[in-house]
């Protein structure tokens, strides 16, 4: 650093110009005197002079603070730099940050659309099969909530196909099913109520909505009168009893026991032949089941032999009866159905 003018020594002298003659200059300015000053005037200036001193030290100490301030401002706009060079790279990555996001973004539309693409065909069979799903779901729900509704409840029982049988009294055991949800009306229920009645084969029970049951009934048929413990009763093809005879026209079963395979052979002979020929029938019996013998009402004798080909026997032997005098006595013989013989 340049030191002050005058600092050291006395202040220079100005120089006369080049090519001058210092000794024109000197004839021009002499010198002058000064004069002598007063003891108080010495000690002003020596105090003026010390002043002068302190302002040249401070201009220094100055000068040496501006140089620090310099000094800390490069050091600031370095540090200024290097951040705004930081924050420049920090843009930078971040843009570079965005542009990849961005890249995967689209990368992975692209997948997604392909995706969507090649599976265009499960999805609409996956949506046709839940929307199907949804609506069997639907209509299951309906129909629960029909069903458990008191709209859908049996308000009315109704009994066809009666004939020996109290269609009233069927009725009226199957009075606990009333107010029952029609839908939960089974079979099973219904045989139960109807185990009781013996004459009743089989049933079928029809729901009407949407509050009514029909229940047709199948009565079982008698084929013979026996005597049951010295009481004639009415008895079907499996042996059951059917209660007492009535004006239907059966045959009496004689010498056969009920439930044994004569009584079987009997039954399915008797149950093979048109009714107009059944009615003609007075009597039957058989002691095994191959020699079933009949006997008409005219008295003429029928040997039937075994339940086999009872159908064609029983053609037979209605086409024999036909052709012959029921006055005459003779024995039709359709054990071999197809060579009857008619004995006197």
Do not use: C
Not at 65 to 93: I, V, W
Not at 108 to 117: F, I, K, N, W
Not at 119 to 148: E, K, N, Y
């Amino acid at each position: 650093m340049r030191r002050p003018e005058g600092f050291d020594g006395p202040p220079r002298r100005p120089e006369p110009p080049s090519g001058a003659d210092p000794r024109a200059s000197e004839q021009r300015e002499p010198e002058p005197v000064e004069p002598r000053q007063p003891r108080e005037a010495r000690a002003q200036a020596d105090v003026a002079a010390t002043e002068d001193l302190d302002a040249v030290v401070v201009a220094r100490v100055r000068g040496r603070r501006r140089s620090e301030s310099n000094a800390s401002r490069t050091d600031r706009l370095l540090r200024e730099a290097e951040l705004r060079q930081l924050r420049l790279d920090r843009g930078e990555q971040r843009r570079a940050q965005a542009v990849a996001r961005q890249a995967a973004r689209a990368r992975r539309r692209a997948e997604r659309s392909e995706v969507r693409r090649f599976t265009a065909t499960s999805r609409r069979r996956l949506r046709r099969s839940l929307i199907v799903v949804g609506v069997l779901v639907a209509s299951f729900a309906l129909l629960v909530g029909l069903v458990h509704s008191p709209l859908m409840a049996v308000r009315e029982i109704e009994v066809q196909g009666t004939q020996r049988l109290d269609a009233a009294a069927l009725r009226a055991a199957l009075a606990g099913h009333l107010g029952q949800p029609i839908a939960t009306v089974t079979d099973t229920g219904v045989r139960e109520d109807l185990e009781r009645f013996t004459g009743l084969e089989s049933f079928v029970v029809d729901v009407v909505p949407p509050g009514t049951i029909v229940v047709r009934v199948v009565e079982r048929q008698p084929v013979v009168v026996a005597s049951i413990d010295g009481q004639d009763m009415m008895l079907d093809p499996a042996g059951v009893t059917l209660g007492m005879p009535d004006d239907t026209p059966l045959p009496r079963l004689e010498d056969v026991e009920v439930g044994s395979a004569a009584y079987e052979a009997v039954a399915a002979s008797l149950v093979a032949m048109p009714s107009a020929l059944r009615q003609q029938v007075a009597a039957i019996t058989a002691s095994t089941d191959a020699d079933v013998t009949m006997t008409l009402a005219s008295g003429q004798q029928v040997v039937w032999g075994s339940a086999d080909e009872a159908r064609l026997k029983a053609d037979v032997l209605a086409a024999l009866v036909a052709a012959a005098d029921p006055a005459v006595p003779v024995t039709f013989d359709v054990s071999a159905p197809e060579h009857p013989v008619v004995r006197p």
